[in-house]
C-alpha cells in the first residue's frame, strides 16, 4: 500500500506567504522559503505554492522564491498559478519545481495537459480541479476564479479526462467544503477517485485533526493538502502523522 501524504500548501503573492478566505482580507504570513524549510523538517511530504497574483512581475518574483526553496528543502515542489504554456513548464521546472499544477489553463487548452505529459512526464502534471455541488445537488460542476464562475464542466467526467489526457495526479478542491473547517468533502472525493487510477489530493475543509484520518479512512485520497491549520499552528505536520500512525494509517513519519 502506497503511504499517504500530508501536503501543506502556501498561497503567495509577491513573494509572501499570504492567507485569507477567497483571495479576500489576505493576510501576510511569512517569508515562503523559511516557511517550507519548516514544514521540510516538520516531515512534510511535499510541499505546493501557488502564485496567487501570477502577473508577469509575479511570475519573475515565484522563479526566485522556486530557486531559493529549492536549494532547501529536499521533498517535491509543486507549483501552481498562471501557468499557460509549455514554456511556462519548463521555466517553472528549471527554477527546481518537481510538478507543475494547472487549472483554467487545461480547461481552455486541454491539450497542454497531453503536451506537458508526453515532454516532461506524466509525474510532473498536475491537474487542480476546483468543484461545486450542481444546485439540484445531483453531481458537482468544475469553478473557477475561487468558485466564482462555473464552467458548465461536470466535475466527475472531466477527472476522467484529464486522466486520459495524461495528467499524473489530481489536486481537488471542493469549493463547497472549502474555508468551512467541517472536514474533507468525502462524498466529491470518492466520486473521483471511484472513477481515475491517479492519486488524488484532497483539498478543502480540514479543520481539525479528526479530518485527516476521516479523509483516509472514509475515501480514496492519496494526500491531504491543509494551509491555515498549519501556517496558524493549530496542529504540526508530526503531530498529524504521529496522530495518524497510531490509528494506523500508512504514514511516513
Known amino acids: 500500500m502506497l503511504t499517504k501524504r500530508i501536503i501543506p500548501c502556501l498561497d503567495v503573492t509577491n513573494g509572501r506567504v499570504m492567507k485569507g478566505i477567497n483571495f479576500v482580507n489576505l493576510t501576510d504570513v511569512g517569508d515562503p522559503v523559511e516557511i517550507a524549510e519548516f514544514y521540510n523538517s516538520e516531515g512534510a511530504d511535499e510541499i505546493v505554492f501557488l502564485d496567487i497574483t501570477a502577473t508577469h512581475e509575479g511570475r519573475k518574483t515565484m522563479i526566485d522564491v522556486i530557486k531559493r526553496t529549492a536549494e532547501k528543502v529536499f521533498i517535491p515542489l509543486t507549483v501552481g498559478g498562471g501557468i499557460k504554456s509549455l514554456e511556462d513548464f519548463k521555466e517553472i521546472l528549471r527554477a527546481g519545481a518537481d510538478k507543475i499544477s494547472i487549472n483554467s489553463a487545461a480547461i481552455r487548452n486541454p491539450k497542454l495537459i497531453t503536451q506537458a505529459a508526453s515532454k516532461y512526464g506524466s509525474q510532473c502534471v498536475v491537474v487542480a480541479i476546483d468543484g461545486k455541488k450542481n444546485e439540484n445537488n445531483i453531481g458537482w460542476h468544475v469553478v473557477i476564479n475561487g468558485g466564482r464562475i462555473n464552467t458548465g464542466l461536470d466535475a466527475v467526467k472531466w477527472a476522467k479526462e484529464v486522466e486520459e489526457l495524461g495528467a499524473g495526479e489530481i489536486l481537488l478542491t471542493s469549493m463547497d467544503a ?43 485520497a492519496d494526500a491531504a493538502l491543509a494551509a491555515s ?16 500512525k497510531q490509528k494506523d494509517v500508512e504514514i511516513r513519519i
Open 178 to 220: 472549502d474555508g468551512t473547517k467541517q472536514g474533507y468533502d468525502i462524498e466529491f472525493i470518492n466520486a473521483i477517485t471511484d472513477i481515475v487510477n491517479i492519486p488524488v489530493v484532497a483539498s478543502g475543509g480540514c479543520g481539525k485533526i479528526d479530518d485527516f484520518y476521516d479523509v483516509f479512512e472514509r475515501s480514496g
Open 229 to 244: 491549520l498549519f501556517h496558524y499552528k493549530e496542529l504540526s505536520i508530526r503531530e498529524v502523522k504521529e496522530y495518524l
